[in-house]
Nanobody
Framework: QVQLVESGGGSVQAGGSLKLSCAAS????????MGWFRQAPGKEREGVAA????????YYAASLKGRFTISRDNAKNTLYLQMNSLKPEDTAMYYC???????????????????WGQGTQVTVSS
């Protein structure tokens, strides 16, 4: 069955870095666009970054661009999110998701995403 398994979350001080990974299985990874989302307690889920199947196109939430980098290794069926200069407001559960590249995927329209991981917690302390 389809599985998306995130890892790499943890606790870090403000200004630090983390690299999240998302291991995909059970579907043809290279056919799908991928995205990272996050949800903080009491807040709505928001899109963070997205990437096309070949990795040539990437998209970022405007408030995050320059600090976060999305990438994928199609040989390893793995998605990454490098997060630098972390801030306390980056504290959230981070989710990866796979989309069939239909309308809305690069705008993080949740309805465009077919598969979701269980999430990994990122906590940034000041």
């Amino acid at each position: 069955q389809v599985q998306l398994v995130e890892s790499g979350g943890g606790s870090v001080q403000a200004g630090g870095s983390l690299k999240l990974s998302c291991a995909a299985s059970g579907y043809t990874y290279t056919d799908y666009c991928m995205g990272w989302f996050r949800q903080a307690p009491g807040k709505e889920r928001e899109g963070v970054a997205a990437i096309s199947p070949g990795g040539s196109s990437t998209y970022y939430a405007a408030s995050l661009k320059g600090r976060f980098t999305i990438s994928r290794d199609n040989a390893k069926n793995t998605l990454y999110l490098q997060m630098n200069s972390l801030k306390p407001e980056d504290t959230a559960m981070y989710y990866c998701a796979a989309a069939s590249c239909g309308y809305g995927w690069h705008n993080w329209d949740a309805g465009a995403y077919n598969y979701w991981g269980q999430g990994t917690q990122v906590t940034v302390s000041s």
